[in-house]
């Protein structure tokens, strides 16, 4: 079966001016997007690939699967317009590895972010001199690229030994695009192998893990040319050869710019993860259970809380009721709020932010007779919303109260009431429809025309209060107790690890 295509949608005319296209290489479908000279959206589609788990825990795509998604949708996207396309950029999911040749031929399937199978190696981490680790600056997280590729090497040697990069997903993509292999920092920093503070791959770090130095690409800015669009690539995508390809950034990163967030306020989004992040100008302090990373600018930061099962877990509770979105939806609005004492544990694939468990799963706890599916349903959303309010707890404290809350995740008016009210803060909603694809267009025109676009912050839609009678904080302390009580079962087993 081929993979499932969402038909481009048109949104204004570019009249005669540039384009610049953006790529984005997320987890489980691409989003490709067409824009004018002035950042208006011309035409946008996504398609959708597969994310496989061929042991509990693991989590893998087909690189090929990708490159051959991208090149249906992008031919569609772009349609007659492809002599108008000044430059293209990337954006991608963060932390994943694709062992491949020199030319960028895949060697294994790619080892995703939501894969935790190198806990089994973290210890090799956790032994480095702690001067080491604290060059880091960030926990030591299964899913990242050096913890994957410390478990390659012990579990996949022969393909360890024969690769010739380890590159990130969007990095791949661009190898396949420009035949050039780059990486740039707000990737990069994602991998636990880079130096927050020196800014560059943390050559001491690596040397300690006995990791091949050799497999990790050169860096290069976010917003420079790292290549450019080889004749076969440009006929795979339906553009011309030789168009220059910005290295791009990691999603988040990339979104940051697309929504133009202002240092100091908090942005939540919600899509197959959750993620609440602060940017700020200066090199932030490492808290626990939160990371930092690397904007796109040529220097900036962001604490991010990485909230590992948000929309990833209301599709896998949405397929085991067998109903569809609106049908959820309902039942979930059917129900009182708390679920009758019904909890949800959201950790399907572990957790990152706040308890760092790549052991920890999910399901339903406290089930009784007087429950139904409505119950099942709404616990599903509570505690994902409960999931994000650890996290929010998390994060240091700044001057604006209100949330910004972006990301199609978070669209249903329901669905954000309960956010707003299980978080207990105003939710200012912005539209900024595509904002990792959006900045990746931003960093293509930045490349081109070596300047930096000015990005108007969006205005907001609509301020979600809290109600004032939302008390949540019951129901919160039980779903924490809930993990603690759950803890060491995951970490013997009982989690199916």
């Known amino acids: 079966m081929g993979p499932t295509k969402r038909a481009p949608e048109r949104r204004t005319d570019a009249g005669g001016g540039f384009m610049y296209l953006g790529l984005d290489l997320g987890t489980g479908s691409a989003k490709v997007a067409l824009y004018g000279e002035g950042g208006e959206r011309v035409r946008e589609a996504s398609v959708a690939y597969a994310v496989t788990a061929p ?51 895949p060697l294994r399937p790619a080892v995703l972010w939501a894969d935790g199978r190198a806990a089994s190696v973290l210890s090799i981490y956790r032994a480095l001199p702690e001067d080491l680790r604290l060059t880091l600056r960030n926990p030591l997280t299964a ?7 410390l478990w390659l090497r012990e579990h996949g040697a ?32 994602g991998t636990l192998l880079y130096d927050l503070e020196g800014d560059g791959w943390n050559t001491p770090v690596i040397e300690a893990l006995g990791l091949r130095a050799d497999l990790l690409a050169p860096l290069t800015r ?36 697309g929504t133009a967030l202002p240092a ?26 939160l990371h930092v990373f690397r904007t796109a600018e040529d220097r900036g930061w962001y604490t991010l809380g990485a909230v590992q099962n948000a929309g990833l877990a209301l599709e896998w509770a949405r397929r085991t009721l ?7 939806y309902a039942l979930a609005q059917a129900a009182e709020p708390g679920s009758r004492g019904l909890l949800f544990l959201p950790y399907l694939t572990g957790d990152r932010t706040p308890h760092l468990d790549p052991h920890a799963r999910g399901g339903w706890l406290g089930a009784g007779l007087e429950h139904g599916p409505e119950h099942l349903a709404r616990a599903a959303f509570e505690g994902v919303a409960l999931s994000i309010r650890e ?35 105003p939710l200012e909603v912005v539209e900024v429809p595509g904002a990792s694809v959006y900045g990746a267009a931003l960093l293509a025109r930045a490349a081109e025309t070596g300047q930096t676009p000015e990005v108007e912050p969006p205005g907001t839609q609509e301020t979600v209060e809290p109600r004032r009678d939302a008390d949540w904080s019951d129901v919160a302390g039980r779903f924490s107790a809930a993990y603690e009580a759950l803890r060491g079962w995951f970490s013997r087993g009982g989690g199916g690890n």
Request: glycine share 14%.
């Open 55 to 105: 042991h509990p825990g693991w989590a893998e795509s087909d690189p090929g699967e990708w490159w051959a998604a991208l090149g249906h949708v992008t031919r569609e996207v772009v349609g007659e317009d492809g002599g108008r396309v000044r430059a293209l950029g990337l954006s991608g999911q963060m932390h994943g590895v694709v062992l491949c040749g020199e030319d960028g031929t």
């Open 143 to 149: 899913g990242m690229t050096g913890p994957t590729l």
């Open 158 to 189: 022969e393909v360890y030994a024969r690769a010739r990069w380890a590159l990130q997903p969007k990095d791949w993509l661009r190898l396949r695009l420009t035949g050039e292999a780059r990486a740039e920092p707000s990737d990069a920093s």
């Open 222 to 257: 976010s917003r420079a040319v790292a290549g450019t669009l080889t004749p076969a690539a440009a006929a795979h995508l339906g553009l011309p050869p030789g168009l220059p390809v910005a290295a791009g950034a990691a999603d988040t990163a990339a979104a940051l710019l």
């Open 264 to 289: 100091g306020q908090v942005q939540l989004t919600v899509g197959t993860g959750a993620q609440l992040v602060v940017r700020s100008v200066a090199l932030p302090e490492a808290r626990e259970g």
């Open 322 to 328: 067998r109903c569809g979105w609106e049908e959820f």
């Open 391 to 425: 996290a929010l707890l998390l994060l240091p404290e700044t001057e604006r109260p209100g949330l910004r809350l972006a990301g199609g995740g978070s669209v249903h008016p329901w669905w954000r009431q309960l956010l707003a009210d299980i978080l207990g803060r």
